[in-house]
């Protein structure tokens, strides 16, 4: 219930998140930088703010409430939304564990259409097909036939998924804004179930914040 104009969109991505929230009429955007190398292009659109760390957003959200030129209670800003992979958590050791089964194969050196791969992350990201029949199908994208190879590569894909690690200040942020009263919300392109990642937050401590989660997953619609 509240307008577009009166949210406020964190993400880590250009092209995808700012450009997007830009795209929906949000009030303020702000992009989080990391060093992970994601394969886009950061371009189409300038954010409001960039950030390092997520405890830096607490300043930009009370300085723009405190202008006194738009008395809107709790303030301008009264929803926040979120990307959540490489925003909240990150995974730090994926792809290590897969290229070395690909190496144990002798395939480390062979790279799949990148047609092919993007083709694969659409159906899973729109729901199409379900987390394990992506694993599945990407295992076989490397040439992998034999049924033990398969279920090899789909297990070490599943640990790599699971291994997700919390940004520090996420968790303190997170119930710092919703202790001011502030709505939260996530909007996230992901293969992953809400549960699944539900089940992640309540480890990290702040499963209960959230007032909206939007799943392409669930939606069967990408950012």
């Given at each position: 219930?509240?307008?577009?104009?009166?949210?406020?969109?964190?993400?880590?991505?250009?092209?995808?998140?700012?450009?997007?929230?830009?795209?929906?009429?949000?009030?303020?955007?702000?992009?989080?930088?990391?060093?992970?190398?994601?394969?886009?292009?950061?371009?189409?659109?300038?954010?409001?703010?960039?950030?390092?760390?997520?405890?830096?957003?607490?300043?930009?959200?009370?300085?723009?409430?405190?202008?006194?030129?738009?008395?809107?209670?709790?303030?301008?800003?009264?929803?926040?939304?979120?990307?959540?992979?490489?925003?909240?958590?990150?995974?730090?050791?994926?792809?290590?564990?897969?290229?070395?089964?690909?190496?144990?194969?002798?395939?480390?050196?062979?790279?799949?259409?990148?047609?092919?791969?993007?083709?694969?992350?659409?159906?899973?990201y729109q729901g199409l097909i379900n987390q394990d029949e992506y694993r599945e199908?990407?295992?076989?994208?490397?040439?992998?036939?034999?049924?033990?190879?398969?279920?090899?590569?789909?297990?070490?894909?599943?640990?790599?998924?699971?291994?997700?690690?919390?940004?520090p200040g996420v968790a303190e942020t997170l119930t710092t804004l919703k202790e001011?009263?502030?709505?939260?919300?996530?909007?996230?392109?992901?293969?992953?179930?809400?549960?699944?990642?539900?089940?992640?937050?309540?480890?990290?401590?702040?499963?209960?914040?959230w007032d909206s989660i939007i799943s392409s997953k669930e939606i069967g619609v990408?950012?």
């Amino acid at each position: 219930g509240v307008p577009t104009s009166h949210c406020l969109y964190v993400g880590d991505r250009i092209a995808r998140d700012i450009l997007g929230a830009r795209r929906a009429g949000f009030g303020l955007t702000i992009q989080i930088q990391h060093h992970y190398d994601h394969g886009e292009d950061d371009i189409g659109a300038a954010p409001d703010a960039v950030i390092q760390h997520m405890d830096e957003l607490l300043e930009i959200i009370q300085h723009e409430n405190s202008h006194p030129a738009r008395p809107v209670p709790p303030g301008p800003i009264q929803a926040i939304l979120f990307d959540a992979g490489d925003v909240l958590y990150h995974r730090p050791q994926r792809g290590i564990q897969f290229k070395a089964f690909l190496k144990e194969l002798g395939l480390d050196q062979y790279q799949p259409a990148v047609t092919d791969k993007q083709h694969l992350t659409d159906s899973a990201y729109q729901g199409l097909i379900n987390q394990d029949e992506y694993r599945e199908a990407l295992v076989r994208l490397y040439g992998i036939t034999l049924p033990e190879q398969i279920e090899r590569g789909r297990q070490v894909l599943t640990v790599e998924d699971n291994d997700v690690q919390f940004f520090p200040g996420v968790a303190e942020t997170l119930t710092t804004l919703k202790e001011m009263g502030y709505l939260l919300g996530i909007i996230t392109d992901t293969a992953a179930s809400v549960s699944n990642k539900l089940r992640w937050f309540e480890k990290g401590g702040f499963g209960s914040v959230w007032d909206s989660i939007i799943s392409s997953k669930e939606i069967g619609v990408r950012k």
